[in-house]
């Protein structure tokens, strides 16, 4: 049994008095005019009865007579009753969340909370006659506190700010659990009014609030700074965001603005990308609003995790600065692969390439085949053609930044008159796109393209096309080499196992004609190369290669035959798929398909608190996509700082030798000792020459859910308030004089008539008054 | 001077004027685009000297890199696979050997195209239509010839046409076998290769009815188109669509309105 049951008193006889004759009206009416008639016959017969002091003696006897008789026609009773009475409980909740710490004009609000509670210690004593009390810490859960009326002097020794949350709603409804069917005299809650959670962020009572408050039945008084003016605050509360966004595709990002205590002015909201400021927008202040929507539309241009912050200008008079910015990483994934491809002539080989692509729905293909040469017969008519002119400034100026990768099949860029272009594909290139060109007579040396700003992104170089065709083309057929690096590379993969994937090549459909090239350059990797044919420095002649150059990636095929791949292999009976397969290998290589990184890195938590320890998960491949066990693995955790870019930013954590397991995993503990952004960087050497490298970013947060709004909603309380019958008040209230529901009387036995007309006194009375007046008649001699 | 001295002279022309500029040849001779005339039991050989024709023509008129000469060829041959573009011409019944079939279906399923003409004179020959029928539905039994729409992109996939022009005009669409997306087989009634014949010194042969020349002309822009859509497929549809491909596109953030 609680404490609250046997706070009952006593129980203890309560008497009323009833009456259990009289009976139907007529019969009421009857018995009353009857006496009236007894009383007034009584007047007459005495009007000249003297002296008068008989005669008033004599009637007043005869009234009492009748009155008696009276009376016991009504047959009154006593009704007596077993009652006792069952004591409620008051409830105080003292908020002990830790933005109770925050200022509040000279003091702080924990300070002013504990001076009501001292204050009221007396108060809240002297009501134990009819109330017990109970105290609650109010934070994430409610917290039981010692009986502070009693021992006041312990107020300032348990009402601390340190809960990291406030859970208002909740807490009233772990009230009502914890007091289920019994009786509460009143809540008086103390708080900022800062409810962290969402049910309080929307301050309307749900359904799920209404019914709590009708099991507690209860008037809630809130004492509270929240609504108050003068409280200088400006928050970012809320950063909508989709956790993805597609490269390229303009998104959009929501921020709610939270400011209190500026009513004029503007508030400069930024928007950055990895600490890089992308815009801006100003908010104008109105004295009529304290939230404030802010809607950005960006275009992601990296793809990968990108670190996003939302920072609201802040103030010198703020009383919390940290909540003006609030950061989240979103993924930026591609929706589709953008492909230009640009085409000399039309030829079987662009036919292929161009069906391949066309027929994916993952590719958004451009194509632009130059369909007329200098040679033609041109036709007199555009209107009777469907020709169009070839957009090279449009395409190379201004468009090609927005695609993934260009195509330049057997095009020769002369005869178009965009040379001035070709600086912008390299650069292109360089800033992250890819390049493949394809062989043809129109292409490398052929095309004219020896000294060009493109060589230096391919992954050959090429020999000047001064002395014909012959020094720049051959034209016999050839059976293309597997290199030893293309045994390795995703690209050249046309089966998991390496054993089959060497038989596949060894088989491989002879190719026809080769562009000639200088030599490839020191940096590239030459896949396939010719059985033959050899470069300057008697190496054999790339037949395909590829490079990384800066952000991007380039791919040289020096020969516009691959489609003997799909068409003369299956007539022999060979599998038309490798064909498919190189290309698409090509192609998820050169826009660097994640899925085709060696080191992979996967941060487990997007957002760790500081004090937490972050989990990341390496994962690494050989080159044939075997776990890599075993794997001598160099990890670096970087904290990044204001205006640091992927790889720059604080050492904080560096494993130089660490080593995967036995299914190529390492685990990784980071600790996160401050706020930032946490680059987790693992390299290994799982290509020869090559360092594969795998990066996943978190944000490491501060961000306390106790300083998200850190000013009051009294909204919230305002509505608890009307909802319960009780008030909201300031700190500075006398409580004095709250209602608070009385105790609840309880009929704890069956009730009982004690009838008092019943009884032998009666008798005697009205015998009593009878014989008295026939003594005085008598003696008067009225008889 | 007839129109194709015309166009001679004037290719000429143009040639001096881009004198020192690279020609566009393919790098191997297999690599250049073959017409290949089909040799089958029955009366193949009608309308000769029409592939020479066409692939002198898309020479002058296109940047394609044709071959000097069509390849006669059998369907089991390997030199089918020398070219995706091929013509199977006739004016009678016939019928391929279970060999030729499966060969032809196999060019098709990889990736051929196949012209077929019927070369009827006064109409189109109900043998030659019989045969390729059935021939086609034993092959695709479960594709159906199909009338080809006059928005195909095959009427602009370089000439802007209305109807498919022969040496006669007996129909004014062609019929078309597709293999997923692509019409891997086109029957034409209107005797294509009749308005492209011609004999050993160059003359054309037939004189197309009811058009005369300006109907051999249409003839040759449908000879075109039907090498360009061989060759580029559905490129032109993409350029229906390029204003939305590269201005309508949302990475570009419109200014608020």
């Not at chain 1, 089966?495 to 596949?504: C, D, G, K, S, V």
């Not at chain 2, 007839?2 to 690599?31: D, E, K, S, W, Y």
Request: net charge negative; hydrophobic share 40%; with cysteine.
């Amino acid at each position: 049994m609680t404490p609250a049951l046997l706070a009952a008193l006593e129980p203890t006889t309560e008497r009323t008095l009833t009456f259990l004759g009289g009976g139907e009206p007529w019969l009421n009416v009857l018995v009353w005019a009857v006496g009236a008639l007894v009383v007034a016959l009584t007047v007459w017969n005495h009007r000249r009865l003297l002296p008068v002091r008989r005669r008033v003696g004599m009637i007043a006897l005869r009234v009492a007579l009748v009155a008696v008789l009276l009376l016991i026609f009504y047959q009154p009773a006593f009704l007596e009753e077993r009652v006792a009475v069952n004591k409620n409980t008051v409830v105080v909740l003292a908020d002990v969340s830790e933005s109770m710490g925050l200022p509040h004009g000279p003091t702080t609000r924990v300070e002013l909370e504990r001076k009501l509670l001292e204050r009221v210690a007396p108060w809240l004593d002297g009501l134990r006659d009819d109330h017990e009390l109970a105290f609650f810490g109010l934070g994430e859960h409610l917290g039981d506190l010692p009986d502070l009326a009693a021992e006041p002097a312990q107020v300032r020794d348990v009402i601390d700010a340190e809960a990291d949350q406030t859970r208002i709603v909740q807490a009233l409804g772990e009230l009502r659990d914890r007091f289920r069917n019994q009786e509460l005299g009143g809540v008086l809650l103390l708080t900022d009014g800062i409810d962290t959670s969402v049910d309080g962020r929307r301050a309307t009572l749900g359904l799920d609030t209404q019914a709590v408050l009708r099991d507690l039945d209860a008037p809630i008084y809130s004492f509270t700074t929240a609504g108050d003016e003068g409280t200088k605050d400006i928050s970012v509360s809320h950063v909508a965001y989709n956790n993805f966004a597609f490269l390229l595709n303009a998104t959009s990002l929501d921020a709610t603005i939270e400011v209190h205590g500026y009513v004029d002015g503007t508030v400069p909201v930024h928007l950055t990308e990895n600490s890089q400021l992308v815009a801006t927008q100003n908010i104008q202040l109105s004295p009529l609003e304290h939230t404030y929507k802010v809607h950005f539309d960006f275009v992601p241009k990296k793809l990968g995790k990108q670190v996003f912050g939302v920072e609201a200008g802040s103030r010198p008079d703020e009383i919390y600065a940290k909540n003006n910015r609030e950061q989240v990483i979103i993924n930026i994934v591609r929706d589709k692969i953008r492909v230009v491809q640009v085409v000399g002539q039309p030829s079987w080989d662009e036919r292929y390439l161009r069906n391949l692509l066309k027929e994916n729905p993952s590719v958004d293909l451009v194509s632009f085949f130059i369909l007329v040469n200098r040679f033609n017969v041109r036709p007199l008519s555009r209107t009777e053609t469907s020709l169009i002119p070839f957009p090279t400034h449009d395409l190379f100026a201004e468009e090609l930044g927005g695609f993934d990768l260009l195509i330049m099949q057997n095009f020769n860029y002369g005869p178009y008159g965009m040379r001035q272009y070709l600086p912008n594909i390299a650069q292109f290139v360089r800033d992250g796109g890819a390049v493949v060109m394809i062989g043809g007579p129109l292409s490398f040396s052929a095309g004219a393209y020896y000294g060009t700003p493109i060589t230096d992104v391919l992954p050959v170089e090429i020999p000047p096309a001064f002395g014909g065709d012959e020094e720049t083309l051959d034209t016999a057929p050839f059976q293309p080499q597997l290199t030893e690096s293309g045994r390795f590379h995703p690209i050249t993969r046309l089966a998991l196992e390496p054993a089959t994937n060497r038989a596949i090549w060894s088989d491989i459909t002879p190719l026809e004609g080769q562009n000639l090239m200088t030599r490839a350059r020191p940096d590239a990797v030459t896949l396939l190369e010719h059985p033959t044919l050899k470069t300057a420095d008697g190496t054999p002649q790339p037949v395909v290669a590829v490079r990384e150059v800066g952000e991007g990636r380039s791919m040289a095929v020096a020969t516009d035959s691959t489609w003997h791949w799909a068409f003369k292999a299956g007539s022999v009976g060979k599998d038309p798929q490798n064909y498919e397969s190189f290309w698409w290998n090509a192609i998820r290589w050169l826009i660097k398909d994640p899925e085709l990184d060696l080191v992979k890195v996967k941060v487990l938590e997007e957002s760790v608190p500081v004090g937490d320890k972050a989990q990341a998960l390496v994962t690494v491949f050989r080159p044939d996509y075997r776990p890599a066990a075993n794997q001598e693995v160099t990890v670096v955790v970087r904290r990044r700082g204001a205006g640091d870019g992927p790889g720059e930013g604080e050492e904080i954590l560096r494993l130089p030798d660490a080593r995967t397991d036995a299914s190529g995993e390492l685990r990784v503990d980071v600790p996160v000792d401050a706020a930032g952004i946490y680059e987790v960087d693992a390299t290994a050497h799982v290509v020869t020459g090559r360092t594969a490298q795998g990066m996943d970013l978190f944000v490491g947060s501060d961000t306390n859910p106790e300083y998200d709004r850190v000013v009051g909603d009294a909204r919230l309380l305002q509505n608890l308030a009307q909802a319960s019958q009780g008030a909201v008040l300031g700190f500075d209230a006398d409580p004095t004089q709250l209602a608070l529901k009385e105790p609840q009387v309880i009929r704890v036995k069956s009730r009982q008539h004690k009838e008092l007309w019943n009884a032998w006194w009666v008798l005697l009375l009205v015998g009593g008054l009878f014989g008295f007046e026939w003594w005085l008649r008598r003696r008067y001699g009225y008889l | 001077m007839n129109r194709r001295q015309f166009l001679l002279r004037v290719a000429a022309a143009g040639a001096l004027v881009a004198a020192g500029g690279p020609a566009a040849r393919a790098i191997g001779p297999g690599q250049r685009t073959t017409i290949l005339r089909i040799r089958y039991k029955g009366n193949w050989s009608v309308n000769r000297g029409a592939g020479v024709a066409l692939g002198e023509e898309l020479r002058l008129r296109t940047s394609v890199d044709m071959a000097d000469a069509p390849v006669t060829v059998d369907l089991t041959s390997a030199r089918m696979y020398d070219s995706l573009f091929a013509i199977l011409a006739g004016d009678e019944a016939f019928s391929f050997t279970d060999e030729e079939r499966e060969a032809l279906k196999r060019w098709l399923g990889l990736g051929g195209f196949l012209l077929v003409d019927n070369t009827g004179q006064t109409a189109p020959s109900p043998g030659f239509d019989k045969s390729i029928r059935r021939e086609l539905q034993k092959m695709f039994p479960q594709t159906p010839l199909t009338r080809v729409s006059p928005d195909h992109v095959l009427y602009r996939s370089f000439y802007r046409l209305d109807y498919p022009a022969g040496r006669a005009i007996h129909k004014p669409y062609v019929e078309g076998l597709a293999i997923g997306k692509r019409y891997a087989v086109l029957v034409d009634a209107n005797d294509f290769t009749g308005a492209l014949a011609r004999d050993e010194v160059g003359r054309y042969t037939n004189q197309p009815t009811p058009g005369g020349e300006n109907q051999r002309e249409m003839a040759i822009r449908f000879g075109v188109n039907l090498m360009l859509y061989a060759s580029c497929l559905h490129y032109k549809d993409d350029q229906v669509h390029l204003d939305y491909l590269l201005h309508s596109r949302k990475w570009k953030i419109r200014p608020p309105q």
